[in-house]
């Protein structure tokens, strides 16, 4: 049974540019969301995709966006990086069953660090 | 607003002892879920154990337990027999049903340490 995946392992970036960061849910999982987590804190918030759609969003600039396929793999993309940006960036993925609360299964993150 | 608060920032315990880690919630909204996760050195966070908050036990997994006091809203993960393998960061995490369903928040976290 696969897990979740992300790509690359680690990335590093100079300010200002783009980034774009790669996940593929749990077999059978349909929604991804996705997660920053700065050292030393709990993971944040900051979107989640349902069919294809963004669903929910937590208190992220318009310089976080994303994508879902309709593999359900999902993409996080971020413009104009900034040295706050550098975090480890994890992406969940769960079965949308209703309204019960689906247990979050996670990826093993990407760490990126912006110069 | 949803809010998690784990208090001790770090715990030492003796191989082979119980440990408990405290996790406190708060939220307006009267379906929700519970859940802890270990995430080692490696940086992947793995799901323990989930309790919802109309279950009327306390939710068990191998070693780990979790002691669900709803009206003090608090959801301490206890681990028994702990293994030097348990040394990790755990966060405790909640997610609210009917308002924020796809939201997971967190808390800061409890850096555990196991020794020999």
């Known amino acids: 049974d696969a897990g979740v995946t992300q790509s690359p392992t680690h990335l590093i970036k100079t300010r200002g540019q783009q980034v774009t960061l790669r996940c593929s849910p749990k077999?059978?999982?349909?929604?991804v969301s996705w997660y920053q987590q700065a050292l030393g804190q709990g993971p944040q918030f900051i979107f989640q995709?349902?069919?294809?759609?963004?669903?929910q969003r937590g208190n992220f600039p318009d310089r976080f966006s994303g994508h879902q396929f309709p593999n359900y793999s999902s993409e996080l993309n971020v413009n104009a990086l900034l040295l706050g940006d550098s975090a480890l960036y994890l992406c969940?993925?769960?079965?949308?069953?209703?309204?019960?609360?689906?247990?979050?299964?996670f990826g093993p993150g990407t760490r990126l660090t912006v110069l | 607003a949803q809010k998690i608060t784990q208090t001790q920032p770090g715990m030492f315990v003796q191989e082979k002892e119980a440990v408990t880690l405290d996790c406190t919630y708060d939220?307006?909204?009267?379906?929700?879920?519970l859940f802890w996760y270990k995430q080692p050195s490696s940086g992947e966070m793995i799901f323990l154990i989930y309790q919802g908050s109309y279950d009327q036990q306390n939710a068990t997994e191998g070693r780990y337990s979790l002691n669900f006091q709803k009206a003090r809203k608090s959801a301490n993960l206890v681990i028994s027999a702990s293994q030097l393998g348990d040394s990790a960061m755990y966060f405790c995490?909640?997610?609210?049903?009917?308002?924020?369903?796809?939201?997971?928040?967190f808390g800061d976290g409890t850096t555990l340490t196991v020794k020999p």
């Open positions: 995709y349902y069919e294809e759609e963004e669903r």
């Open positions: 077999s059978g999982h349909d929604t």
């Open positions: 939220t307006s909204d009267p379906s929700y879920g």
């Open positions: 995490a909640m997610r609210e049903v009917n308002t924020n369903a796809g939201k997971s928040t």
């Open positions: 969940a993925s769960s079965l949308k069953v209703g309204a019960s609360t689906d247990t979050q299964y």
